[in-house]
C-alpha cells in the first residue's frame, strides 16, 4: 500500500488526459484499501483489552466502567455524566449481543468497543489525508501523518480501551475537515454527533471553529457556527431528559455539573 500510493502520488501530477483520469481512479482505489488496512492496525494496537488486560481495573481509564455498564445494561447503569455518551456504547450494543459466547477467551464488552473505537480510528486516519491534500500537501505525507497519528501513545492506550474517545476525536477531525473545506453545513449535524458521544465537545468544537473563522467577514460561517452550538446543547438536553424521564434545562446541568466538579475540573475534563 505504501510503495503503491507513493507511485500514484508522484504521478498524478505529470499525467496528461487519460492517464490522469487512470491514476486519479487507483488513486480513490488505494483510498478504499487504506481503512480496512487501518481498521486492522487499529484492531491490533487494542487486542491487549480483549484478554491481557481489563480496562476497568486499570485507574487511568476507570471511565470504561461507565461505559462497559453502557453496552450491557444502558444508561440507567452507568452514574454521572457518563451515562449520557450514548453514541458508541450504543454502537457496540449489537455487536457485544453478536459476540455473547462466540469470541471464546474474550471479553465481549471490550471486543464490542474495540471493533467500533478501531473503526473510528481508522475513519479518522483516512480523514487526515484528505485534510493533507487539503493544504496542498501530498498524497504520501498525508500517509505519514495517519500513520504517526496512529503511533501516537494516547491511541493504543486510550483511544482502543474501552473508552469513547476514539469516536471524539474522529469528529474533531471531520470539523477541521469541514472547516477547511468551507462545509458550513456540516457543522450543525457535528453538533449533534459530538454531543452524543462527548459533551465536551460541543464547546471545545465550537470555540475552535470561532477562532478558525475569526478573519471570515462572510455571515453564513458565524451563522452555522452559531448552528452548531444550538444543536450541540439541544441534543445534550434532549440525552438527558430521555434518560432522566424528565425535562433538564442547561442551567440544570451546568449547575450540577459545577457542584460536582466545580468550574476548574469541568474545564480541564473539557480538553482532557
Same mark, same amino acid.
Given at each position: 500500500?505504501?510503495?503503491?500510493?507513493?507511485?500514484?502520488?508522484?504521478?498524478?501530477?505529470?499525467?496528461? $488526459?487519460?492517464?490522469? *483520469?487512470?491514476?486519479?481512479?487507483?488513486?480513490?482505489?488505494?483510498?478504499?484499501?487504506?481503512?480496512?488496512?487501518?481498521?486492522?492496525?487499529?484492531?491490533?494496537? %487494542?487486542?491487549?483489552?480483549?484478554?491481557?488486560?481489563?480496562?476497568?481495573? @486499570?485507574?487511568?481509564?476507570?471511565?470504561?466502567?461507565?461505559?462497559?455498564?453502557?453496552?450491557?445494561?444502558?444508561?440507567?447503569?452507568?452514574?454521572? *455524566?457518563?451515562?449520557?455518551? =450514548?453514541? =458508541?456504547?450504543?454502537?457496540?450494543? /449489537?455487536?457485544? *449481543?453478536?459476540?455473547?459466547?462466540? =469470541?471464546?477467551?474474550?471479553?465481549?464488552?471490550?471486543?464490542?468497543?474495540? @471493533?467500533?473505537?478501531?473503526?473510528?480510528?481508522?475513519?479518522?486516519?483516512?480523514?487526515?489525508?484528505?485534510?493533507? #491534500? $487539503?493544504?496542498?500537501?501530498?498524497?504520501?505525507?498525508?500517509?505519514?501523518?495517519?500513520?504517526?497519528?496512529?503511533?501516537?501513545?494516547?491511541?493504543?492506550?486510550?483511544?482502543?480501551? $474501552?473508552?469513547?474517545?476514539?469516536?471524539?476525536?474522529?469528529?474533531?477531525?471531520?470539523?477541521?475537515?469541514?472547516? #477547511?473545506?468551507?462545509?458550513?453545513?456540516?457543522?450543525?449535524?457535528?453538533?449533534?454527533?459530538?454531543?452524543?458521544?462527548?459533551?465536551?465537545?460541543? /464547546?471545545?468544537?465550537?470555540?475552535?471553529?470561532?477562532?478558525?473563522?475569526?478573519?471570515?467577514?462572510? @455571515?453564513?460561517?458565524?451563522?452555522?457556527?452559531?448552528?452548531?452550538?444550538?444543536?450541540?446543547?439541544?441534543?445534550? =438536553?434532549?440525552?438527558?431528559?430521555?434518560?432522566?424521564?424528565?425535562?433538564?434545562?442547561?442551567? #440544570?446541568?451546568? %449547575?450540577?455539573?459545577?457542584? @460536582?466538579?466545580?468550574?476548574?475540573?469541568?474545564?480541564?475534563?473539557?480538553? *482532557?
Amino acid at each position: 500500500a505504501w510503495n503503491g500510493s507513493c507511485y500514484v502520488a508522484c504521478q498524478t501530477e505529470a499525467a496528461p $488526459g487519460n492517464d490522469r *483520469h487512470r491514476l486519479l481512479k487507483s488513486m480513490r482505489f488505494v483510498h478504499v484499501t487504506l481503512w480496512p488496512m487501518f481498521f486492522m492496525i487499529c484492531f491490533g494496537l %487494542g487486542y491487549p483489552s480483549l484478554d491481557r488486560f481489563d480496562p476497568t481495573q @486499570v485507574p487511568g481509564l476507570s471511565d470504561s466502567v461507565q461505559y462497559f455498564r453502557l453496552v450491557v445494561d444502558g444508561p440507567e447503569a452507568a452514574e454521572g *455524566h457518563w451515562r449520557y455518551r =450514548v453514541l =458508541v456504547p450504543y454502537l457496540a450494543k /449489537p455487536i457485544y *449481543h453478536a459476540a455473547v459466547g462466540r =469470541v471464546g477467551t474474550w471479553n465481549p464488552v471490550s471486543f464490542s468497543l474495540l @471493533v467500533v473505537d478501531s473503526a473510528f480510528c481508522a475513519s479518522s486516519s483516512v480523514v487526515l489525508i484528505w485534510i493533507a #491534500q $487539503g493544504f496542498g500537501l501530498s498524497w504520501a505525507t498525508g500517509l505519514i501523518a495517519a500513520l504517526c497519528y496512529l503511533l501516537n501513545f494516547q491511541v493504543a492506550n486510550f483511544q482502543l480501551a $474501552g473508552t469513547v474517545d476514539a469516536g471524539e476525536a474522529f469528529l474533531f477531525t471531520c470539523l477541521l475537515l469541514a472547516l #477547511q473545506r468551507r462545509s458550513w453545513n456540516a457543522l450543525p449535524v457535528l453538533g449533534v454527533l459530538g454531543a452524543l458521544t462527548k459533551e465536551t465537545f460541543v /464547546p471545545v468544537a465550537f470555540l475552535f471553529a470561532c477562532g478558525w473563522v475569526c478573519r471570515e467577514k462572510r @455571515v453564513l460561517p458565524w451563522l452555522q457556527i452559531g448552528g452548531m452550538a444550538v444543536t450541540g446543547i439541544a441534543a445534550i =438536553v434532549m440525552i438527558r431528559s430521555m434518560v432522566e424521564g424528565h425535562l433538564v434545562t442547561p442551567l #440544570q446541568i451546568a %449547575g450540577g455539573e459545577r457542584a @460536582v466538579y466545580g468550574s476548574i475540573d469541568i474545564l480541564r475534563n473539557a480538553f *482532557h
